[in-house]
């Protein structure tokens, strides 16, 4: 059974950087491509960035080019999200999901990892 | 990048009824859209891929239809535990892209 497991909530001062993980079992790393998408409080979902399964380059949505890094360890298989020079805005939950072709959908979620923003 | 535009931003009706969600994208994105049924503290459930294909174990009361531009999200009849917001999605273009939601709440 697949499974994401995320990491715990955080608190992080604006400016300070945040380092999400999602733990991937029943499938391996190698076996998908990870994605990140994330909601604010009361808003929509807003994808950010992810690897393409036809070529294995990260493509990252233009509003978190400069901010955004995924990385991942494909020992434990997990994953991270790195967001950096956090501002209010970016208060929101996180979430991990994955595809496992070109022409998948994200059919697997993580439960979430809200990341708050504040002074 | 594709932007979706889902219609209306919220639908109010009543168990029993049916719905109908629209989602426009602004430029062609084929068959390539998917629906997401998201409830209040969970992460969102794929019901829908390829415009017209229901994900494992979504009930037949849903269904979707459109390519090019133009989608649409049926619910034949409301059950209780459809209220909630719904989702369209794009996988024809990078970045890839949602809408903005539209919310089916109880009348």
């Known amino acids: 059974q697949v499974q994401l497991v995320q990491s715990g909530a955080e608190v992080k001062k604006p400016g300070a950087s945040v380092k999400v993980s999602c733990r991937l079992s029943g499938y391996t790393l190698t076996e998908l491509s990870m994605h990140w998408v994330r909601q604010a409080p009361g808003k929509g979902l807003e994808w950010m960035g992810g690897i393409d399964p036809e070529d294995g380059r990260i493509v990252y949505a233009q509003k978190f080019q400069d901010r955004l890094t995924m990385t991942e360890d494909t020992k434990t298989d997990t994953a991270y999200m790195e967001l950096r020079s956090l501002r209010s805005e970016d208060t929101a939950v996180y979430y991990c999901s994955f595809l496992l072709h070109a022409a998948g959908w994200y059919k697997e979620w993580g439960q979430g990892t809200l990341v708050t923003v504040s002074s | 990048e594709v932007v979706l535009t889902q219609s209306p931003a919220t639908l109010s009706l009543s168990p029993g009824e049916r719905a109908t969600l629209s989602c426009r994208a602004s430029q062609s994105v084929a068959n390539y859209l998917a629906w997401y049924q998201q409830k209040p503290g969970q992460a969102p459930r794929l019901l829908v891929y390829?415009?017209?294909y229901r994900a494992t174990g979504i009930p037949a009361r849903f269904s979707g239809s459109g390519s090019g531009t133009d989608f649409t999200l049926t619910i034949s009849s409301l059950e209780p535990e459809d209220f909630a917001v719904y989702y369209c999605q794009q996988r024809n273009n990078w970045p890839r892209t949602f809408g903005q939601g539209t919310k089916v709440e109880i009348k």
């Open positions: 390829d415009a017209s």
